[in-house]
Protein backbone atom coordinates (compact mmCIF):
# COMPACT_ATOMS: atom_id res chain seq x y z
CA UNK A 1 0.00 0.00 0.00
CA UNK A 2 1.93 3.21 -1.06
CA UNK A 3 -0.45 5.81 -0.31
CA UNK A 4 -0.23 8.55 -2.48
CA UNK A 5 2.88 8.84 -4.99
CA UNK A 6 4.43 12.08 -7.20
CA UNK A 7 6.22 12.09 -10.46
CA UNK A 8 8.27 13.72 -10.61
CA UNK A 9 9.56 14.86 -7.34
CA UNK A 10 11.95 17.69 -8.86
CA UNK A 11 12.08 19.29 -11.96
CA UNK A 12 13.11 22.59 -13.71
CA UNK A 13 11.17 23.80 -16.70
CA UNK A 14 11.99 27.17 -18.85
CA UNK A 15 9.54 29.81 -19.25
CA UNK A 16 6.79 28.71 -21.36
CA UNK A 17 7.37 24.73 -21.88
CA UNK A 18 4.61 22.86 -20.62
CA UNK A 19 4.52 19.34 -18.38
CA UNK A 20 2.14 17.04 -16.25
CA UNK A 21 2.39 16.64 -13.09
CA UNK A 22 1.37 12.75 -12.11
CA UNK A 23 -0.59 11.85 -8.33
CA UNK A 24 -1.45 8.03 -8.05
CA UNK A 25 -3.50 7.05 -4.91
CA UNK A 26 -4.25 3.37 -3.96
CA UNK A 27 -6.50 3.61 -1.06
CA UNK A 28 -9.67 4.10 -3.59
CA UNK A 29 -10.22 7.40 -2.23
CA UNK A 30 -12.71 9.69 -4.49
CA UNK A 31 -11.84 13.37 -3.74
CA UNK A 32 -8.46 14.31 -4.70
CA UNK A 33 -6.81 17.76 -4.42
CA UNK A 34 -3.86 19.69 -5.86
CA UNK A 35 -2.30 22.21 -4.02
CA UNK A 36 0.66 24.34 -3.91
CA UNK A 37 2.96 25.69 -1.26
CA UNK A 38 4.71 28.72 -1.21
CA UNK A 39 6.70 30.42 1.96
CA UNK A 40 4.26 32.53 4.25
CA UNK A 41 1.60 31.44 2.38
CA UNK A 42 0.60 27.51 3.41
CA UNK A 43 -1.08 25.43 0.98
CA UNK A 44 -3.60 26.71 -1.48
CA UNK A 45 -5.80 24.68 -3.53
CA UNK A 46 -5.36 24.80 -7.52
CA UNK A 47 -8.11 22.61 -8.47
CA UNK A 48 -9.80 19.16 -6.74
CA UNK A 49 -12.14 16.47 -7.76
CA UNK A 50 -15.08 14.45 -6.34
CA UNK A 51 -15.19 11.67 -8.11
CA UNK A 52 -13.53 9.85 -11.29
CA UNK A 53 -14.59 12.26 -14.44
CA UNK A 54 -15.06 15.49 -12.21
CA UNK A 55 -13.00 18.26 -11.74
CA UNK A 56 -13.61 21.43 -10.08
CA UNK A 57 -11.46 25.01 -9.46
CA UNK A 58 -10.15 25.97 -6.30
CA UNK A 59 -8.75 29.06 -4.94
CA UNK A 60 -5.86 29.64 -7.22
CA UNK A 61 -6.96 27.58 -10.50
CA UNK A 62 -5.32 30.04 -13.52
CA UNK A 63 -2.52 28.77 -15.05
CA UNK A 64 -3.44 24.98 -14.71
CA UNK A 65 -5.51 22.27 -15.90
CA UNK A 66 -6.00 18.76 -14.85
CA UNK A 67 -7.86 15.58 -15.40
CA UNK A 68 -9.21 12.84 -13.69
CA UNK A 69 -9.77 10.32 -16.27
CA UNK A 70 -8.80 6.87 -14.05
CA UNK A 71 -10.20 7.14 -10.11
CA UNK A 72 -6.95 6.37 -8.93
CA UNK A 73 -5.29 9.27 -10.84
CA UNK A 74 -5.70 13.06 -10.79
CA UNK A 75 -2.92 14.95 -13.19
CA UNK A 76 -1.89 18.65 -13.03
CA UNK A 77 -0.81 20.46 -16.19
CA UNK A 78 0.90 23.55 -16.97
CA UNK A 79 0.50 24.69 -20.36
CA UNK A 80 2.77 26.96 -20.34
CA UNK A 81 5.28 27.52 -17.68
CA UNK A 82 6.11 30.79 -15.94
CA UNK A 83 8.17 31.86 -13.33
CA UNK A 84 5.06 32.60 -10.48
CA UNK A 85 4.69 29.09 -10.76
CA UNK A 86 7.51 28.15 -9.36
CA UNK A 87 6.60 26.32 -6.10
CA UNK A 88 5.88 22.94 -4.32
CA UNK A 89 3.17 20.97 -5.18
CA UNK A 90 1.49 18.51 -3.20
CA UNK A 91 -1.43 15.95 -4.31
CA UNK A 92 -3.89 14.58 -1.69
CA UNK A 93 -6.59 12.49 -1.54
CA UNK A 94 -9.34 11.32 0.99
CA UNK A 95 -12.32 8.80 1.10
CA UNK A 96 -14.86 11.68 2.04
CA UNK A 97 -14.30 15.15 2.73
CA UNK A 98 -15.22 14.64 6.42
CA UNK A 99 -12.40 12.76 6.23
CA UNK A 100 -8.09 13.38 7.01
CA UNK A 101 -6.55 13.95 4.03
CA UNK A 102 -3.54 11.93 2.79
CA UNK A 103 -0.71 13.91 1.31
CA UNK A 104 2.11 12.72 -1.77
CA UNK A 105 5.87 13.78 -0.96
CA UNK A 106 5.36 16.77 -3.50
CA UNK A 107 6.57 17.63 -6.48
CA UNK A 108 9.26 20.83 -6.37
CA UNK A 109 9.21 22.64 -9.92
CA UNK A 110 11.12 25.58 -10.75
CA UNK A 111 10.54 28.01 -13.72
CA UNK A 112 13.30 29.73 -15.04
CA UNK B 1 -14.31 35.81 3.98
CA UNK B 2 -13.41 32.30 5.55
CA UNK B 3 -9.91 32.25 7.47
CA UNK B 4 -7.82 30.42 9.07
CA UNK B 5 -5.09 32.34 11.27
CA UNK B 6 -1.91 31.31 13.03
CA UNK B 7 -0.54 34.19 15.08
CA UNK B 8 3.11 32.93 15.12
CA UNK B 9 5.58 32.25 12.23
CA UNK B 10 7.94 30.42 14.91
CA UNK B 11 7.37 28.63 18.03
CA UNK B 12 10.50 27.53 20.36
CA UNK B 13 10.53 25.59 23.41
CA UNK B 14 12.75 23.71 25.49
CA UNK B 15 12.92 20.07 25.63
CA UNK B 16 10.65 18.58 27.97
CA UNK B 17 8.61 21.71 28.66
CA UNK B 18 4.53 22.26 27.30
CA UNK B 19 3.96 23.14 24.15
CA UNK B 20 1.39 25.43 22.53
CA UNK B 21 0.69 25.97 18.40
CA UNK B 22 -2.17 28.45 18.63
CA UNK B 23 -4.82 28.24 15.45
CA UNK B 24 -8.01 30.24 15.27
CA UNK B 25 -10.64 30.60 12.75
CA UNK B 26 -13.45 32.49 10.97
CA UNK B 27 -15.63 29.73 9.31
CA UNK B 28 -19.38 30.23 10.11
CA UNK B 29 -21.38 26.71 11.31
CA UNK B 30 -19.39 23.78 12.98
CA UNK B 31 -16.72 23.26 10.33
CA UNK B 32 -14.45 20.24 11.02
CA UNK B 33 -10.95 20.73 12.56
CA UNK B 34 -7.44 19.10 11.50
CA UNK B 35 -4.17 19.47 12.39
CA UNK B 36 -1.60 18.60 10.10
CA UNK B 37 2.45 17.99 10.60
CA UNK B 38 5.40 18.62 7.84
CA UNK B 39 8.83 17.42 7.94
CA UNK B 40 11.54 18.84 5.87
CA UNK B 41 10.96 17.67 2.17
CA UNK B 42 7.96 15.61 3.62
CA UNK B 43 4.77 15.90 2.71
CA UNK B 44 2.03 16.44 5.15
CA UNK B 45 0.78 14.16 8.01
CA UNK B 46 -1.87 13.94 9.89
CA UNK B 47 -2.07 14.62 13.37
CA UNK B 48 -5.49 14.85 14.72
CA UNK B 49 -9.00 16.51 13.87
CA UNK B 50 -11.88 17.42 15.41
CA UNK B 51 -15.73 16.82 14.05
CA UNK B 52 -17.86 16.69 17.10
CA UNK B 53 -17.88 15.80 21.12
CA UNK B 54 -15.15 15.90 23.25
CA UNK B 55 -13.51 19.42 23.50
CA UNK B 56 -10.14 17.47 23.96
CA UNK B 57 -8.51 15.22 20.93
CA UNK B 58 -5.75 13.43 21.36
CA UNK B 59 -3.82 12.34 18.24
CA UNK B 60 -0.54 11.02 17.23
CA UNK B 61 3.01 11.34 18.70
CA UNK B 62 1.20 12.76 21.79
CA UNK B 63 0.10 15.29 20.59
CA UNK B 64 -3.62 16.79 21.66
CA UNK B 65 -5.85 19.80 20.65
CA UNK B 66 -8.59 21.71 22.47
CA UNK B 67 -11.23 23.13 20.97
CA UNK B 68 -12.99 26.11 22.15
CA UNK B 69 -16.09 27.08 20.31
CA UNK B 70 -16.78 30.39 22.24
CA UNK B 71 -13.18 31.64 21.24
CA UNK B 72 -13.51 29.85 17.14
CA UNK B 73 -9.85 28.10 18.59
CA UNK B 74 -8.65 24.87 17.93
CA UNK B 75 -4.82 25.03 19.81
CA UNK B 76 -2.25 22.36 19.60
CA UNK B 77 -0.44 21.32 22.65
CA UNK B 78 2.10 18.65 24.08
CA UNK B 79 2.61 18.35 27.66
CA UNK B 80 6.57 17.54 27.40
CA UNK B 81 8.02 18.34 23.73
CA UNK B 82 10.74 16.47 21.84
CA UNK B 83 13.67 17.79 19.68
CA UNK B 84 12.22 15.10 17.16
CA UNK B 85 8.87 17.47 17.21
CA UNK B 86 10.37 20.42 15.40
CA UNK B 87 8.67 20.87 12.35
CA UNK B 88 6.14 23.08 10.61
CA UNK B 89 2.29 22.84 11.61
CA UNK B 90 -0.23 23.18 10.02
CA UNK B 91 -3.86 23.78 11.21
CA UNK B 92 -6.59 23.21 8.75
CA UNK B 93 -10.65 23.55 8.64
CA UNK B 94 -12.70 21.98 6.79
CA UNK B 95 -16.46 23.92 6.21
CA UNK B 96 -19.69 21.87 6.25
CA UNK B 97 -21.65 23.50 3.99
CA UNK B 98 -21.49 25.43 0.43
CA UNK B 99 -17.56 24.11 -0.03
CA UNK B 100 -15.56 20.68 -0.50
CA UNK B 101 -12.24 23.17 -0.05
CA UNK B 102 -9.96 22.99 3.11
CA UNK B 103 -8.89 26.54 4.52
CA UNK B 104 -4.92 26.09 5.91
CA UNK B 105 -3.46 28.18 7.91
CA UNK B 106 -0.06 29.61 6.93
CA UNK B 107 2.08 26.87 9.15
CA UNK B 108 3.92 27.74 12.63
CA UNK B 109 7.43 26.44 12.70
CA UNK B 110 8.03 24.14 16.04
CA UNK B 111 11.71 24.38 17.44
CA UNK B 112 12.52 22.46 20.21
CA UNK B 113 15.89 22.91 21.60
CA UNK B 114 17.91 20.39 23.57
Known amino acids: NAGVTQTPKFRVLKTGQSMTLLCAQDMNHEYMYWYRQDPGMGLRLIHY???????AKGEVPDGYNVSRLKKQNFLLGLESAAPSQTSVYFC???????????FGPGTRLLVL | AQSVAQPEDQVNVAEGNPLTVKCTYSVSGNPYLFWYVQYPNRGLQFLLKYITGDNLVKGSYGFEAEFNKSQTSFHLKKPSALVSDSALYFC????????????FGTGTRLKVLA
Open chain 2, 92 to 103: AVRPTSGTYKYI
Open chain 1, 49 to 55: SVGEGTT
Open chain 1, 92 to 102: ASSYSTQETQY
